[in-house]
């Protein structure tokens, strides 16, 4: 009886395993209708995103949507020097972007 | 290690093909699985939280699950191959409960893995992620040769347990990697669900 439970168990974990493979390929998000247009904006998906989330909205890293960053900044100078030297787990863009890209990317967090 | 009524040179050309088979279908596992996450461009979304606040907390506290599991499945195949004593009579389910355990902690990291290929792929940011990245294809790569192993007649003893291990030292790395740097990373307090 246990062994017939475990068997159902490992069936289904099959099943879930192929369901995970088809939408890795099939779930793919409309291509083009999210794509970034501003610098800032740009920037932001390319280095932020992964860890604010696509929106801002969080992630690993907090919230930057929704006046996050201005109720944590409220000096735009305050959150470029945060971003380029980093804290905790927030890496250090310093080395990484440019000075103009930085400004670009606070200033796209203060309208999201 | 013999396989009954053949051989021995013929036997240890016998095990050893088949365990190169296990490392290649491992291999293009893991290997399939970072091909994916590079080519496959992130989506950055965090399509699901069930009760969590968000993905990332869903991914943090199955990841823990898993682990745990993990830990009860160790300990059961330790007891299997009479490595600890208690309890002092093994009981006949204790192989069915091993393998009911792993494929319950296996079944816990898919939803993670999938969001961590899907949304975010394969990437090398720094060395905690490069490292994650790494372990997370591994992990799939060498679950894959433990199942197949499991069901493979005459392999060397040491493989399983071999294997078992490396599976978990895989799962505790991509754990320490993920999900204790998240709950470590956060102000001190009850950690976020």
């Known amino acids: ?112 | 290690m013999a396989v009954a009524g053949a051989a021995p040179g013929r036997t240890d050309g016998v095990v050893a093909r088949r365990l190169i088979g296990l490392l290649v279908v491992g291999g293009a596992v893991a290997l399939a699985l970072g091909v994916y996450g590079k080519a496959h461009d992130p989506t950055l979304e965090q399509p699901y939280s069930l009760f969590f606040t968000g993905t990332i907390q869903l991914k943090v506290w199955f990841a823990t699950a898993a682990l745990g599991l993990a830990i009860v499945q160790v300990l059961l195949g330790l007891r299997l191959f009479d490595k600890i004593a208690v309890p002092r009579r093994a009981p006949g389910w204790l192989g069915d409960a091993h393998r009911l355990v792993g494929t319950l902690a296996f079944l816990l990291t898919l939803p993670v893995a999938y969001q961590c290929l899907w949304a975010l792929g394969f990437q090398s940011t720094d060395t905690r992620v490069l490292v994650h990245s790494l372990l997370g294809c591994a992990f799939y790569g060498v679950f894959t040769v433990k199942v197949l192993a499991v069901r493979v007649d005459g392999l060397p003893g040491a493989t399983l347990p071999l294997v078992g291990g490396l599976v978990f030292a895989t799962l505790v790395g991509l754990w320490l990697t993920s999900a204790l740097w998240f709950l470590t990373s956060r102000p001190p307090g009850i950690p976020a669900f």
């Open chain 1, 1 to 112: 009886m246990f062994r017939r439970l475990v068997n159902i168990v490992e069936v289904l974990a099959l099943v879930v395993v192929a369901c995970v493979v088809v939408l890795l390929f099939a779930n793919e998000p409309d291509s083009g209708s999210t794509a970034p247009t501003t610098p800032g904006a740009q920037v932001f998906a390319a280095n932020c995103a992964r860890c604010h989330g696509a929106d801002g909205g969080g992630g690993t890293g907090p919230q930057v949507a929704g006046g996050a960053a201005t109720e944590r900044f409220p000096d735009a100078e305050d959150e470029v020097a945060f971003v380029i030297k980093g804290s905790g787990a927030m890496p250090s863009f310093g080395g990484q972007l440019s000075p103009a890209q930085i400004r670009q990317v606070v200033e796209y967090t203060r309208t999201l």
